[in-house]
């Protein structure tokens, strides 16, 4: 590849990873470079109004640049990372070219792949992608490559291809990146379309599915796949949104090498800031899941404390997101919410829309002490924000540390 001939779109962490891996002394273009300059490795960096297509063959843009992004609209042959080292075409030419499984979906993607991964480590396999590995940097012989699939990814990929795409459940996320709920389901779907016979796709029912040539199996509930792949629940530790995971990860394990490993699954290790549970010196039970950024995250929690007082902190920045389905679902439950982040007004206005008791307390800083004085060891404080942190943190991480150092002195 004639690396002056390829245009790098954005200087992130996926095309640095390229540059890197061709040599560098390749020409990025990216909106927050204002004149003509080289980085540390030799490669240029360029303004983005400076692009021309035609002095290149080849464009690779990182994920995250939206559709309309101007340098999107001039591309002449747009590739995905995923295209360029993944595409038929050979772009590049990989010594061994591995068995790829992609996993997306709007919850759950970054557990399901790692729990698949400590699944297949004895064979060979590595994580990638979304996870934080861009395939620039992923180990070149590795036989699987399990890969963490963004919608943003899915989009601007034309060429690659999955040996097995598995797809968790899908509600409407990034619109204002897609354009609306049917563009992002159908980028979700996308790989479908270019999929082999006698490759798997694993996809909730409801969808509106493309023509494939692939396998398609369709779930809807835990038990679906379990009863298709003869899986046992009940020798599963997880619960909730995690059984579901870890199922969906067997399930694939059992295709590749029919074997179904229970020891090995519940000796997988759970990232922090997912549904953690913290008992503090009172014996009170406290559950920090920050990572629940969207309505769908937070339903998950909700509902396994749904027989339990819930003390819920929600809030934050919510992109936008309608949330009177989420409320619909939740105004059963024996639930007080404590509205924080820049969409507390929307919260309180829905939650008395919906007949739910709601406190305006604006940070979690303020949430925190008036739970503290009415939690009880019958009830449960649960952070499932359903919602971004950067309105008001630097990350979810920064808020769940938050949450669980307070705990520690409760």
């Not at 030419?93 to 792949?113: A, D, H, M, R, V």
């Not at 389901?185 to 996809?203: F, I, R, S």
Request: with cysteine.
């Amino acid at each position: 590849m004639n690396k002056e001939k390829l245009a790098l779109f954005g200087y992130g962490k996926t095309t640095k990873a390229i540059a890197n891996f061709l040599g560098n002394g390749c020409i990025f273009f990216d909106d927050n470079v204002m004149e003509s300059k080289k980085d540390e490795f030799g490669n240029t960096l360029l303004p983005t109004k400076d692009y021309n297509a035609n002095n290149f063959d080849i464009e690779v843009t990182t994920p995250s640049i939206p559709p309309k992004h101007p340098l999107i609209n001039k591309a002449k042959n747009l590739y995905s990372e995923y295209d360029l080292f993944l595409s038929p075409n050979n772009l590049i030419n990989l010594e061994q070219k591995p068995f790829t499984i992609w996993i997306s979906g709007t919850n759950g993607k970054t557990t399901t792949t790692q729990m698949l991964t400590h699944l297949l480590q004895s064979k060979g396999a590595v994580y990638g992608g979304n996870i934080g590995t861009p395939l620039g940097e992923i180990k070149k012989d590795a036989p699987i490559w399990i890969l963490e699939t963004s919608s943003f990814t899915l989009h601007h990929t034309k060429y690659a291809s999955p040996n097995i795409y598995l797809l968790l459940p899908i509600t409407p996320d990034h619109l204002d990146w897609h354009g609306d709920a049917k563009g992002y389901e159908e980028d979700k779907l996308k790989p479908l379309k270019t999929m082999q016979e006698g490759e798997l796709a694993l996809v909730p029912k409801g969808l509106n599915l493309p023509e494939s040539n692939a396998w398609v199996v369709e779930y809807e509930q835990v038990e679906d796949i379990a009863e298709f792949f003869h899986i046992e629940p009940d020798r599963i530790k997880f619960k909730g949104a995690f059984l579901l995971d870890a199922i969906l990860a067997l399930a694939i394990t059992k295709t590749l090498f029919d074997e179904c490993d229970y020891n090995t699954i519940n000796s997988f290790k759970l990232d922090a800031h997912r549904q953690e549970e913290i008992y503090d010196k009172q014996g009170r039970l406290w559950v920090n899941d920050s990572k629940a950024t969207n309505v769908d995250a937070a339903l998950q929690a909700i509902k396994l404390y749904k027989d339990r007082e819930i003390h819920l902190i929600l809030g934050g920045d919510d992109k936008g997101v309608d949330l009177n389905n989420f409320f619909n679902d939740i105004k059963d439950y024996k639930i007080t919410i404590y509205a924080i982040g820049s969409n507390t007004q929307k919260l309180l206005d829905l939650a008395n829309e919906y007949g739910l008791k709601a406190i305006e307390a604006n940070e979690l800083s303020n949430a925190l002490p008036i739970i503290d004085k009415n939690h009880t060891k019958e009830s449960v404080a649960l952070l499932a924000p359903a919602a971004s942190s950067l309105d008001q943190f630097t990350s979810y991480a920064q808020r769940g540390n938050i949450f669980k150092d307070f705990v520690k002195l409760a």
